[in-house]
């Protein structure tokens, strides 16, 4: 019995220095929620370093996670870094902060291609951290010429080696592609065409992957997937033989912005934040870290100069006039979309 | 769907039940120290985060997998487990069987020695003994053993995710995908939880019942 | 007990082995992957070091283990007291209402973690509204995961105490009351010793459930702490970064020779005892 006590006293003791420690919170903070393994990690270190502002770092693993942390009002953050669609249903919903430029003069080494898109037509909530494209990631050492087409992933001859997205709108695109329908349709029965086009593919399908990809491309565990193009480059570290094609179709491009939510704290702290992610360095820091393209000019040109670009994330205007970005769908088609998506997971 | 998830929660806990059962078994007659480390042993690779190991479980048994190379060097050949519901119920039994060993042990260890002399002076033999005596006073940490794997197995969400390549969808991920996932409907999902709430609290209702029976038959 | 067959014997450590290969195959898996040069967990590069220090210059996986370890003692000791304190009282009620208590104790651990979440997030978040409009500038963090914690952690002491007490004879306790034993020290000297062991087993499976938990966490920790495993589940829109990998292996270690290390000081105790 005596040992025991001593034993609580001594665990007691030690999980009170710990809240101690964890407890000490410094002064000026900025809140920032973005997604995982999406940084430079020591640039976090030099904001505080120029500014004196601690970066509290926090990070999400899908946009619809995002979506429902804002939306359940538990936690308040001062950046948050949303893609193209979920920005536009932020927008919509009123659950973001007109941005105030003058704090942000970074913005003007934003890519003009890249400003006034669909989700933020008025440029007045969003400044885009990377951006990239869905491409077709194959492995050449079991294919036997590379494929150039989405039919690749509904093709008989690689049942059981296919990997597919785990996501209702990036899976979908991929069918609509197919069928030729717009990435955006709003049309029912196009729709429904693509959700039959997917449960016909279903039973090819090796698993239904998001960051799964990495390892299962890597290890030569299967022959074709979809993926975002800028973590081919992660994938093919492990798996030199893999490749990676835009699809002859057409394919998603995708925005990722930084936004500040209305529960922001600390305006002032997340503007600086997002200017400081907007500089050259930090700009080139990220990219050389995560591999996605850059929107800013300036990076792109250092990039170039280094030659450390890599074509396909920088498609030329003809490809890139050929690919779409997504837009926030009425309600009534997420509803439908979600309800397929469903129907199609539970069919075991 | 809901086939599904009861059918594997319910092999996931009858595996567990049959590993946990002989094992917390004999080491109830290994000496105190035995027991302890044992305890133990079989708590902290919990300490590890289950995403982990889970991940680990991947890497063992994927085509091309640890698993896989040690048969194809035994000569054996090569096995497919991962993406099926095989791997699903592996990864449960994983997870879970610490809830149905610990209980278990705990119940075997106090049992009063003297009954199983008694009983072997009356002339029963080591099967009666065990079937009329041991198993009957063993059934209450039977039961939170079977409702500390069974529950958690029908809740489950990731372990279906990464072991058994999305395809097997369970309750736990439907749930989870209308909470935080890609088909984001709460209303659905609440329908949902309450329903399955529902069907284990029956669950839970018909195994007191049958708990009452044990508790009973502990006291004489 | 001593006295067992060596076949027994032989039987009894197959067994063991068999389930301790088992449970720690993944585990060495997992700690050979952090010596690997690539990020990947399935395909090996060659041996490195460089996890382990990266691991010690990352700020925020730092924190996530102390708030993770904090928060687990914390939780798994006030539970365990709270909780064991309930068993005493459900095991003196009457059967029907023993029965009714029991089912709804159950219902947080049949609770999908996913629900259990949301309505502790949905509690906190009204909780802190109420108190803001009282002037006080509060929000989601390290409290409300502590609570969090500890309320889920009370079913599974309740659980794992409550055999113990239906095993033990009653009449010991009347006995010692008898003999003029106050209450306190019958519970100290005859119920405690009685049901030590579903204690201690429960405040194990407290503490591991708190290690383990993501969900819960998740959705109470509010936007300025984390624990290790949403720190870990975020990475997994990537890939796990080994730094992780790393750090639990370390965990692993230290917590093995901690036990190690208990064993022999028990082992030499029992020596000293012997000698006297």
Known sequence: MKKFSKCLALTLATAASLSLVSSCQPAEVVNVFNWGEYIDEDLNAEFTKQTGIVVNYKTYTTNEMLYSTMKSGGASYDVIIPSDYMVARMIEEDMLLPLDFTNIPNYNDIDPSKKGLLYDPDNEYSVPYTWGIVGLIYDASTTSEAPDSWTALFDKQYAGNILMFDNPRDAFAIALAVLGYGLNTTNESEIREAYALLKEQRPLVQAYVMDQVFDKMGGGEAVVAPYYVGDYFLMREDNPNLGVVIPKETTNTFVDAMCIPKSAKNKTAAEQYINFMCSTDSGYRNAIAVGYSTPLVSVYEKLKANDELEDICYPDDETMARLEVFINLPPETRKLYDELWAELMIDN | ?????????????????????????????????????????????????????????????????????????????????????????????????????????????????????????????????????????????????????FVPSVSTFVI????????????????????????????????????????????????????????????? | MSTQKPRFRVFSFALQGLLYIFLYAPIFVMAAFSFNNSKS??????????????????????????????????????????????????????????????????????????????????????ITTFLRTLGADISLGYWSLLLAHITFNIPYIILSVMPKLRQMNKHTLEAALDLGATPFQGFRKVILPE??????????????????????????????????????????????????????????????????????????????????
Not at chain 2, 198 to 214: H, P, Q, R, S, Y
Not at chain 3, 54 to 70: C, K
Not at chain 3, 83 to 97: D, F, N, P
Not at chain 3, 205 to 225: E, L, N, P, Q, R
Request: overall charge positive; hydrophobic content about 55%.
């Open chain 2, 1 to 149: 769907m809901f086939a599904a998830s009861f059918r594997l929660a319910f092999y996931a806990t009858a595996i567990c039940l049959l590993i946990s059962y002989p094992i917390a078994y004999v080491v109830s007659r290994e000496t105190p120290q035995v027991q302890s480390v044992f305890m133990v042993l079989l708590m902290v690779p919990m300490w590890i985060n289950f995403l982990l190991r889970t991940y680990a479980w991947m890497s063992i048994l994927e085509n091309n997998g640890l698993l896989n190379k040690l048969l194809v060097l035994l000569g054996i050949g090569k096995v497919s487990i991962i993406n099926t519901e095989a791997a699903v119920a592996l990864g449960m039994v994983y997870n879970y069987l610490p809830f149905m060993l610990l209980p278990i042990l705990t119940v075997l260890q106090k049992l009063d020695r003297s009954l199983l002399e008694a009983s072997s002076d009356l002339g029963a033999n080591g099967v009666r003994t065990f079937l009329r005596v041991v198993f009957p006073l063993s059934l209450p940490g039977v039961l939170s053993g079977v409702t500390m794997v």
């Open chain 2, 160 to 220: 279906s995710k990464l072991l058994g390549g999305g395809k097997t969808l369970l309750l736990g991920d439907l749930i989870e995908m209308q909470f935080l996932g890609n088909a984001y409907n709460p209303y659905i999902g609440s329908a949902v939880s309450i329903v399955m709430m529902l069907i284990v609290l029956v669950c839970m209702f018909v195994m007191n019942k049958f708990g009452d029976g044990g508790e009973e038959t502990s006291m004489f």
């Open chain 3, 41 to 126: 967990r399935s395909v090996w590069t060659g041996f490195t070091l460089k996890w382990y220090g990266e691991l010690f210059r990352d700020r925020a996986i730092l924190e996530a283990l102390v708030v993770t370890l904090s928060v687990a003692i914390i939780a798994s000791l006030a539970a365990t007291i709270i909780g064991t304190a309930a068993a005493l009282g459900i095991h003196r009620m009457r059967k029907k209402t023993r029965d009714v208590v029991m089912t709804v104790n159950n219902i947080p651990v049949v609770n999908p973690d996913i629900l259990t979440g949301v309505s502790f997030m949905l509690l906190f978040v009204a």
């Open chain 3, 195 to 276: 049901i030590m062991p579903g204690v201690v087993s429960g405040m194990m499976i407290a503490f591991t459930m708190s290690i383990d938990d993501f969900v819960i966490s998740y959705f109470t920790s509010g936007s300025s702490v984390q624990t290790l495993s949403v720190a870990v589940y975020a990475m997994t829109r990537k890939r796990i970064n080994p730094e992780i990998n790393a750090l639990s292996t370390i965990m692993f270690v230290s917590v093995m020779l901690l036990l190690v290390i208990i064993n022999v000081i028990q082992a030499k105790d029992k020596n000293k005892e012997k000698k006297f």
